[in-house]
Structures are given as structure tokens and as C-alpha cells.
């Protein structure tokens, strides 16, 4: 009984988690100083196609995890393709989460760049939880996940040129489509860089809270 209660609190925070950061990436679109790395290439698709952020996030997703496939072949855990549900469920997240916040319109810089800030930290936050429930990877940390046993390198020396990568992407596609440069600003380099520092803070002063829940 114990080990189900345990699930449940498991599955439970990773929805939560999964909320955050699509609220998270919400903000950081609103902020308009550019989108992280991740969420850059749906954000300009949704601005080319007219599709929903939310959408896009959708067939993105899908993307990252037939490439996946791909790369790993018989290597690709049976468990991961709960990414296309997980997919599925951010790809809701945005949509829901850019209409809860839809109110917020910064009309000054400083403003847009403490929207930016707390993005970052709900980002963070969500993140924190992913990482402790171990659930399933996102599609996103799947891809980099792959990459990284395909070039034989660690996560994080893997992830910087993806996240380039996704960025030069987007602004090629920005420039291509819409004549202009979207998506990606000085808050796509923030986000960056500042986003891992935040997920370990929080991990050393939160990190035991989050444990004591999904053990209970």
C-alpha cells in the first residue's frame, strides 16, 4: 500500500513539475526578451504557422523523439516512449499556462527582465521536481540524453551545443519566414546560463522537502 502511495506521490509531483515548467517557458514569452533554447523553435514555428505555441510544442516534441529513436534504435528504453504522452501533456501545459498569464504585458525593459527572472526560477522549480521524481525523460533532455550516448560525451557538455543548435535554428528560421529575428534575444542567453545554477540552489534548500513528499 505504502509502494502505491508512493507512485502516486511520485506521478502527482511530475505532473506538477511538468506545469512549472510550461508555465516557466509561458513567462519567459511574455517577458519578450527571448524564449530559452528549448522552447525557442516552437515559439517562432507558432509565429510562421499561426498554430498555437502549444501545437508546435507538439510536433516538436514528436521530433525529438523520432530522432531519438533514430540514434538508439534498440538502445531506446521501452518506457521512453511515454515520452509522446509527456509531449502530449506539455504541449497542453503551454497553451493553458500562456492564457493564464496572458494578462502580463511588461511595457518597459526592467520590467521584462524581472518577467524574465521569474521565469527562469519557475523553470528551475519544475525542473527540480522532474529530476527527483525520475519519471521519464521530456523530449528534450531524451534528445540531449541520446546525443550524448551517440557522440560517447557527457549530458552536460553535450547540452550547450544543442542548445545552440536550437537557437541558430530558430533565428534561421525567424530570418527566413518572417524577415526578422524572433524568439531569441539576450533573455535566450540568460536562460542559459542561468537556469542550472538556480536548479541546484534550489536542489540544496528544497531538494530534501521534495524528497520527504514523494517518500511519504
Known amino acids: 500500500?505504502?509502494?502505491?502511495?508512493?507512485?502516486?506521490?511520485?506521478?502527482?509531483?511530475?505532473?506538477?513539475?511538468?506545469?512549472?515548467?510550461?508555465?516557466?517557458?509561458?513567462l519567459?514569452?511574455?517577458?519578450?526578451?527571448?524564449?530559452?533554447?528549448?522552447?525557442?523553435?516552437?515559439?517562432?514555428?507558432?509565429?510562421?504557422?499561426?498554430?498555437?505555441?502549444g501545437t508546435t510544442c507538439f510536433f516538436f516534441n514528436l521530433?525529438?523523439?523520432?530522432?531519438?529513436?533514430?540514434?538508439l534504435r534498440k538502445d531506446f528504453e521501452k518506457r521512453q516512449y511515454l515520452q509522446i504522452i509527456i509531449g502530449t501533456l506539455v504541449s497542453f501545459f503551454m497553451?493553458?499556462?500562456?492564457?493564464?498569464?496572458?494578462?502580463l504585458n511588461p511595457t518597459d525593459y526592467i520590467s521584462q527582465m524581472i518577467l524574465l527572472l521569474v521565469s527562469c526560477a519557475v523553470m528551475a522549480f519544475g525542473i527540480l521536481l522532474e529530476i527527483k521524481t525520475e519519471v521519464v525523460y521530456l523530449p528534450g533532455d531524451g534528445f540531449i540524453v541520446a546525443m550524448s550516448k551517440a557522440f560517447k560525451k557527457e549530458f552536460g557538455k553535450i547540452k550547450p551545443y544543442c542548445d545552440v543548435?536550437?537557437?541558430?535554428?530558430?533565428?534561421?528560421?525567424?530570418?527566413?519566414?518572417?524577415?526578422?529575428?524572433?524568439?531569441?534575444?539576450?533573455?535566450?542567453?540568460?536562460?542559459?546560463?542561468?537556469?542550472?545554477?538556480?536548479?541546484?540552489?534550489?536542489?540544496?534548500?528544497?531538494?530534501?522537502y521534495v524528497d520527504l513528499i514523494i517518500e511519504r
Request: proline share 3%; charged share 10%.
Open 1 to 26: 500500500m505504502n509502494v502505491n502511495v508512493k507512485n502516486i506521490n511520485r506521478y502527482v509531483i511530475y505532473l506538477i513539475s511538468l506545469f512549472f515548467i510550461s508555465l516557466g517557458a509561458s
Open 28 to 53: 519567459s514569452i511574455k517577458a519578450n526578451l527571448g524564449t530559452s533554447p528549448l522552447i525557442c523553435i516552437p515559439y517562432v514555428s507558432s509565429l510562421i504557422s499561426n498554430l498555437s505555441v
Open 63 to 71: 521530433l525529438l523523439i523520432a530522432i531519438q529513436i533514430l540514434i
Open 95 to 103: 497553451d493553458f499556462t500562456l492564457m493564464l498569464v496572458n494578462f
Open 165 to 208: 543548435s536550437f537557437v541558430i535554428i530558430a533565428a534561421s528560421l525567424s530570418f527566413i519566414f518572417l524577415g526578422y529575428l524572433a524568439g531569441v534575444r539576450e533573455g535566450t542567453v540568460i536562460s542559459a546560463i542561468i537556469i542550472g545554477p538556480i536548479v541546484r540552489i534550489f536542489k540544496k534548500y528544497l531538494g530534501g
